[in-house]
């Protein structure tokens, strides 16, 4: 990756089977300044029965029904990797299926991200993990012994994977982010960890990311009125692009620690904001220094206003007239 975090535009399905709405998509993606866009590859015959029970959030029509309207050919599949390509942008698509994964290989994807729903297919992780390709793993369905068995079965193969914190909710509470989780999985696994957000605004990608996400994901549309089931949970473009930019933002201040005591940069700024030692009155040679003589007024370039109290009972070596900052030289030696 060539920055410090990597941000997924995820359209999924959002382009209700439009070839022209997907391709205008990756163009939007591009110009919000995502780093992938992302599809699903759903093959209807391979993933579902066709009375498999449609989600509680979508109930507009049966799922195999759906998978079947919205998919693509493998020559639009092609196109639309080649679009993403003209537009620089990496062309991402889940797989449900392993048949899937055979027709994503055929368009020539650089890497996958397994979505909630499929970290349970072992059969299908192998045959991803064969590829010998990175891997996103997502995890919002699974528990810590199915997450495990995930990644041990694509750690056989190899070892490139980001583990991301999910919660499928559609949309999520905020009580039910789990940004907790993302210290566990890089504790548990060593491996980069990343966030796959289903929340409606951008809160919880930004904080993510000040925890170390490497990667965020978040859904993205034209409208949220669009007819589908990932539309109304998703980012329409100008949130988007406040996601883009404030993670950047983020990511910048997280890379790039501040050593404290380097305080050579802002040298500039103490001498002129901070305090120093001055004279309120007349303060004749050899005399002994009485706290009322003193006060302590900007710049910051004498005496500092801590050493204020060092200074009485000191005998000065000169005369000092009022208002004036004082320096070590008008002072004798301390005996």
């Not at 391709?23 to 993933?47: N, P, R, Y």
Request: proline content about 6%; some cysteine.
């Amino acid at each position: 990756m060539t920055q410090s975090v990597h941000i997924i535009a995820e359209v999924g399905s959002v382009h209700d089977g439009s070839f022209g709405n997907a391709m205008k998509l990756i163009d939007l993606a591009a110009e919000c300044g995502a780093d992938s866009v992302k599809f699903q590859t759903h093959l209807a015959a391979a993933e579902t029965l066709r009375d498999a029970p449609m989600p509680p959030y979508f109930k507009g029509e049966p799922r195999f029904e759906y998978f079947d309207r919205t998919g693509f050919t493998l020559d639009k599949w092609k196109a639309l990797k080649a679009q993403a390509d003209l537009r620089q942008i990496e062309f991402l698509s889940s797989p449900f299926s392993s048949e899937a994964v055979d027709l994503l290989e055929d368009i020539g994807i650089s890497r996958y991200k397994i979505p909630s729903g499929e970290v349970s297919n072992i059969p299908m992780l192998e045959r991803v993990a064969q590829t010998r390709k990175p891997v996103l793993l997502s995890s919002g369905m699974s528990t810590w012994a199915e997450l495990d068995a995930a990644v041990e079965t694509i750690r056989k193969v190899h070892d490139d994977i980001i583990v991301m914190q999910c919660t499928s909710a559609y949309p999520c509470p905020d009580e039910k982010v789990g940004l907790n989780v993302l210290a566990e999985m890089a504790r548990r696994y060593g491996l980069p960890v990343g966030y796959s957000d289903h929340t409606l605004d951008n809160h919880a990608c930004f904080a993510a990311v000040a925890l170390g996400a490497v990667l965020i994901e978040k859904h993205f549309t034209f409208s949220r009125k669009m007819y589908g089931s990932d539309a109304p949970h998703s980012a329409e473009p100008a949130q988007f692009q406040d996601l883009v930019k404030g993670a950047r933002a983020i990511a910048t201040m997280r890379t790039h620690p501040v050593v404290k005591d380097d305080i050579a940069p802002l040298q500039f700024m103490k001498d002129i904001f901070e305090k120093s030692v001055v004279s309120v009155v007349d303060i004749p040679a050899g005399a002994v220094i009485e706290r009322s003589m003193l006060s302590v007024k900007k710049p910051g370039t004498g005496i500092p206003a801590a050493r204020l109290g060092d200074l009485v009972g000191r005998r000065t070596s000169r005369a000092v007239p009022a208002d004036r900052l004082l320096a070590d030289a008008d002072f004798e030696p301390p005996r």
